[in-house]
Nanobody, 122 residues
């Protein structure tokens, strides 16, 4: 059974940092699979944040330079280090796994976690 579990969310002030974790079970992250981070704020569509595939990383323009996606094979975990957080980063953050045609498209991912809430206050 494939399972993705996010953790690390919380409440911070603007300018602060958080590190989200996505622990995967059911397959090995190192095995040429795409892991993406998405976020969804109330009343808005799910938005792509970042994706990692082996050593390649991709970021949305809204987080480039502030967020870093990485993986730790020994723990089968993908991280999202978020620095210089802004109130507009407030959302539920989800990780997803799959082999997307378009890594920015949520529907192209197969397996999703339940999400972890990030709240940034001004």
């Amino acid at each position: 059974e494939v399972q993705m579990v996010e953790s690390g969310g919380g409440s911070v002030q603007a300018g602060g940092s958080l590190r989200l974790s996505c622990a995967a079970s059911g397959y090995a992250i190192r095995d040429n699979i795409y892991i993406g981070w998405f976020r969804q704020a109330p009343g808005k569509e799910r938005e792509w944040v970042a994706t990692i595939f082996e050593v390649e990383t991709y970021y949305s323009d809204s987080v480039k330079g502030r967020f870093t996606i990485s993986h730790e094979d020994a723990k089968n975990t993908v991280y999202l280090q978020m620095n210089s957080l802004k109130p507009e980063d407030t959302a539920m953050y989800y990780c997803a796994a799959g082999w997307p045609r378009d890594w920015a498209r949520p529907n192209d991912y197969n397996d999703w976690g339940q999400g972890t809430q990030v709240t940034v206050s001004s």
